[in-house]
């Protein structure tokens, strides 16, 4: 999974196999965003709730398509807007020139399909399907309420010369989350109901060379989700939550990239996104029917150079309007890379970075007046060889966010939340909110060399914000420290084996007040203590051993997996239970044992 693959980065949080938040340096799990082939992807994940969280242990990008990942947890480049920490440019691999082949897998898990070839003598295709059924295990793994998915992606590629290559791209999802009544009250849960998502993203990109010295991406896309969720209370099945909406994304998009001396090169273009979504919300006991929309139109320009054969430093800025704040926002962005020596580099950099409020909160007539989230972010980092194939990287950063999204006082409601970590629908929302992030990430990183590959990160970091009392507060992820380590042992090319081990500090959590609880009927917190107390600390082992047997025509692959090896209860947060009258607890999965085969053909 593309996110297991970046969550073992020292600068992401995302804890528990079961779900697919990124949370990086200390951001919340919307502030990251994707592309594809130069094409902007609302959500990398299957099942995004409400909130703005996903749940879900499957991703929607699969990585067998996938040719290269860049990800960018700060100082990324002017070309990458309206996100806050992140940003990962993915490529996808173009499908097999010269012959058809493919492959098709089946597990506990799932069961999936690859099939790539040529068409004709300029054209390429590669397209997958996968679909899972850990829905119907879900008891067995103590993850009652799973998700069950399916995706299909697909890449069409024409290349008539060497200067011209178009790209056709579309990536499919749908999920369904169903926790029906009597399921609901077996394990203590106070709303019983189901959630479906239907997503799709059609684009085209057309890459030209001008010539040795530049090249250019122009794309058009259109992306549309539909979401369709309610739920109802476990005793009087009166609806609590109704949360149905269609969200259409268009964008257009060029990068030129042009070489304007041995020592020097330009990126510039622009980019035009339009956001238009239908709300029909019950939340929080609010009622919302309105149509959204909102464009953003982006310019951006950098500038690389390279100084005294032992300095690269680009310099960039990039300039922001949208139509709902009607303001122009600037954001300049800096990056220095000195080479101290063969093998060792000092990088410095710094940005100011931008993001719309959420649209479900501008759908809201009484939150009036809000303003795009800034984060000012700066880091040092060195970088070291330690070999030829391990690279040692020591990084220090500060994030400083501002317009943060909050209630003003407690006035209306009782909730300090800093509202980026979790979407809450209230009236009187305002963009008066501040917080920060700093932290220092260690990273011990070795690339395949004869048997052995591994990665060893971690972080010890600090997130937090001022609620409307001038109180400091943690935020919702602020876990602290994280610590991974993955590695593999590969003798051969007949089997292989891998390991995965992480650790984070507990989650910050409210805690509830049960005599007050149980007298109103619903969970009540000591809000005075808002995320001061924090879950117990998060540990899993990952293992997985393939083999692969080599047949005349095609290729078995055999594998076996087993996530939490040793079975540790992890838990995820606390909740009142209206059906016991106590408080429960919702846990990450138990030990799961996942076998299965591939075929390559």
Known sequence: EITRIINALPSVASVGENRQDMMVRGGGPTENGFIIDNIPIPSISHFVQSDGRSNGPIGLVNTEMV???DFYSNGFSAKYGNRLSSFGNITYRSGNREQIEGNFNLGMGGAGGLIEGPIGSNTTYIASYRKSYLDLIADAINAGGMPSYDDFQGKLEYRPDLYNTYTLLTVNGNSLYDRDYEEAREIGESEYGELENKQNTLGINY????NKLAYSNLSLSLSR???HGQFYNINSHNIVQKNIYTTEVKSFRKVNHIKTSARSNVELGFEIYKDETTYDLYINEISIRKDVSITNSSGFFTLKQNLLNNILFSVGVRTDYNDYEKATLWSPRFNLDYEIKSGTNLVFNFGKYHQNPPSIYISNDKNNSLKSVSSFQHSLSLEHMLTTSTKLSISAYKKEYKNGLMLPDESLYQDPTFLFDELRMYN?????GSATADGVELLIQKKRAENFYGLIGGSIFNSTFTDYNEIKRNRNNNYRYIFN???GYRPSSDWELSVRWSYFGGRPYTPINLE?????DKQILYLEQFNEEKTPDYHSLFIRYEKRYNL???NLIVFFEIWNAYNRENIETYFYSRVNRNIGKIVYFSAIP??????EF
């Open 516 to 520: 007050a609880s149980n007298y109103l």
């Open 428 to 432: 009187g929302i305002v963009s008066n």
């Open 594 to 599: 996942v076998g299965g085969f591939g075929i």
């Open 67 to 69: 040719e290269n990942l």
């Open 225 to 227: 989700k539909k979401t």
């Open 552 to 554: 005349k025509r095609s």
């Open 207 to 210: 890459k030209h060379i001008w």
């Open 485 to 487: 380590i993955v590695g």
